[in-house]
């Protein structure tokens, strides 16, 4: 059995603050580099995939504290996103990634930004370049995964994200 059949898919957490009219977001390199339809950085919410026996609040700290530098308390679940790369419909659906990611909004409680950096990798191979608060009428102007980002941050601020059902969004969305 190759490591590819073995593997299961990956439970990843995501962090969602916003504070001041501004979202805290990390820019990554691209999982995919060469195809052409991806841009060669994204910028994301921070997190990353749960450690075993380790809970989702604790992988969302952890995850908030490697990437940004920042503390957070850890509030309700607002997103379920699904990833298969490639996507749904090509040739090896999923073969290259395949991620389900729980978005929490969060709130800052302490630290000092900074620029993490991903554990799983050495320094000379590091995926995130920056960390940054990233003002929302501005979103529009930068590549953010996932797409609905922009949308779903705006109705959570005029609704109340504790008043939303968590949403589903799938790979292609």
């Known amino acids: 059995m190759s490591s590819l059949q073995r593997r299961a898919v990956d439970l990843r957490v995501s962090a969602l603050c916003v504070q001041d009219g501004k979202v805290l977001l990390v820019e990554h390199r691209t999982f995919a580099p060469g195809?052409?339809?991806m841009p060669d950085s994204w910028w994301i919410l921070p997190g990353g995939v749960v450690e075993r026996g380790e809970t989702l609040e604790e992988a969302v700290k952890r995850e908030m504290i490697e990437e940004t530098g920042l503390e957070c308390s850890v509030g309700e679940m607002v997103?379920?996103?699904?990833?298969?790369y490639p996507h749904p419909g090509y040739e090896g659906q999923?073969?290259?990634h395949h991620?389900?990611?729980l978005g929490f909004i969060c709130e800052v409680t302490?630290?000092?930004?900074v620029t993490g950096k991903d554990p799983e990798f050495p320094d000379d191979r590091q995926v995130i370049l920056q960390t940054s608060w990233l003002p929302l009428e501005q979103l529009h102007t930068y590549s953010l995964y996932p797409p609905f980002l922009?949308?779903?941050i705006?109705?959570?601020?005029?609704d109340g994200f504790s008043s939303m059902c968590p949403g589903f969004f799938d790979s292609l969305l």
Do not use: C, I, Q, Y
């Open 35 to 37: 195809d052409p339809g």
């Open 79 to 84: 997103f379920v996103k699904e990833l298969l």
């Open 94 to 96: 999923g073969s290259r």
């Open 99 to 101: 991620s389900v990611s």
């Open 110 to 113: 302490g630290g000092t930004l």
């Open 150 to 152: 922009p949308g779903f």
């Open 154 to 158: 705006e109705a959570g601020l005029r």
